[in-house]
């Protein structure tokens, strides 16, 4: 069975849930769901209960990762309008500011009313502008980043020929990055027959043509991202029992590193491909440091097909039903640490860290 060390992988859009969710998923739960996939470091979104948009949230919050979380972690500011005081105030302890553009889960939108410009104008940076939208708003919000000169992130590229004007915006100096998450990748629409509620997400999965369009491309994409965002089944199937329409996201901490080893495995990336795309550049996108002495082994073995449940994360499935998958993580050391062994997690709650920006 072929043995070997990669660094410890970084997913860069998580949404663990707490406060206000932990029916969902909780940090304990979360980070532990990290380690078995073989994540030592994970950046939270801002749309929890309440939301991450004062000092005093962003506080809350980080009491609640100082006690339970067993991988790194680092937040997300986020902003929905109104006074710009406290975003300035969080940004320096924050990886980044997140904002929704378009409708999410929750009520994160940005205020139609409030000018963008205004906030690009004011963010102080250090970390970049991460924006979740549709295609024709992130093609719009591209000019924006270039103007007031921020660096902007695309969380969860939502067409593949959002690439290519990525692609265009960088030729023209911006400062721009992106991530795809796996579900883009692995998914299509083919698969909603079977996934119903499981299957939805926003963005939303694409025909197989557009699937096929990002694997083409993907050279121009800097970071692969999970978009981790679970929901129980039994909130997914209200749909099923007629109250309302199932809330959108899937989640995929665990089934990242499985499925991107089969890619390699099938020719479709290299393993330093992938390396870049869960190691360099989610820590280059967000200017944190590379820790040598955090590192994860992996298992090879035979192909396996993923099942609908049975994984660390509290929802407890995974949309991945039945795609083929590689290997194992066998054993997870965080800062010189062995905190995961054989699908046991050693680490006690509260030993990981908040990231550092690179000096
Ligand atoms: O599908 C989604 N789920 N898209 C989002 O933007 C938010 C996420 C969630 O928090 O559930
Ligand atoms: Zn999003
Ligand atoms: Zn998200």
């Not at 939108?109 to 690009?120: A, I, K, N, P, Y």
């Not at 040598?292 to 992996?298: E, K, M, N, Q």
Request: charged content about 20%; glycine content about 10%.
């Amino acid at each position: 069975m072929t043995r070997f060390v990669l660094p410890g992988l970084v997913d860069i859009h998580v949404h663990l849930r707490q406060p206000g969710g932990g029916h969902k998923e909780d940090v304990l739960s979360g980070t532990t769901a990290a380690l078995a996939g073989g994540m030592t470091l994970v950046l939270d979104m801002p749309n929890t209960q309440p939301p991450t948009i004062t000092p005093d949230a962003l506080e809350r919050k980080r009491r609640l990762f100082e006690a339970s979380a067993v991988c790194d972690y680092g937040f997300f500011a986020g902003y929905m309008g109104g006074a710009l005081e406290p975003l300035l105030a969080m940004a320096p302890q924050t990886v980044g500011l997140k904002l929704y553009l378009d409708e999410t889960f929750g009520d994160m939108t940005l205020d139609r009313g409030r000018s963008l410009e205004q906030v690009f104008e004011a963010w102080p940076g250090p970390g970049p502008i991460a924006v979740h939208g549709e295609a024709p708003t992130v093609e719009r919000v591209l000019a924006l980043g270039q103007r007031y000169e921020q660096a902007l992130h695309v969380c969860h590229v939502p067409h593949p020929d959002v690439l290519l004007a990525i692609d265009r915006a960088r030729q023209a100096g911006a400062l721009v990055t992106c991530e795809v998450t796996p579900h883009h990748l692995f998914l299509s629409t083919d698969d909603l027959a079977t996934l119903g509620p499981f299957g939805i997400m926003k963005p939303a999965l694409l025909a197989p043509d557009l699937v096929q369009r990002f694997w083409e491309r993907l050279d121009l994409v800097d970071a692969i991202a999970s978009d981790h965002a679970p929901h129980t089944v039994a909130e997914k199937e209200w749909q099923r029992n007629g109250i309302a329409q199932p809330p959108p996201g899937v989640p995929g901490l665990e089934t990242t590193l499985p499925l991107m080893l089969r890619a390699v495995d099938e020719g479709r990336l290299t393993q330093e491909r992938l390396v870049k795309l869960l190691h360099d550049n989610p820590l280059r996108i967000y200017g944190l440091a590379p820790d040598p002495s955090t590192l994860v082994a992996v298992e090879l073995g035979e192909a396996y097909r993923l099942p609908f449940g049975g994984y660390h994360t509290r929802c407890g499935w995974s949309p991945f039903v039945d795609k083929w998958a590689l290997g194992q993580v066998v054993e997870v050391t965080l800062h010189g640490q062995v905190v995961w062994r054989e699908g046991r997690r050693l680490a006690a709650a509260g030993s990981g860290r908040e990231v550092q920006r690179a000096a």
